[in-house]
């Protein structure tokens, strides 16, 4: 099981992967861009999370609510 964690801010999105354990095991920083959906997708697509939690998903992280 794997679960991806976005903390979004208005200039850029960072990406956490936690495992079963609750371990850190992979992290992202993308710029907040057109761009940034297909770069968080590419890096998750090895971890086949189970689940995507998605901090301000009403504000900075608004794009990415409709994902993945």
Known sequence: MFVIR?????????AAVLDQD???IGELR???SRHQRDKLLGFA???EPDFW???SS????GDLRSWP
């Open 45 to 47: 697509a090895r971890f």
């Open 30 to 32: 993308v710029h907040a």
């Open 58 to 61: 009403t504000d900075t992280g």
């Open 22 to 24: 609750q371990q850190l």
């Open 6 to 14: 976005i903390d979004s801010h208005k200039g850029s999105h960072s």
């Open 53 to 55: 939690a998605i901090e």
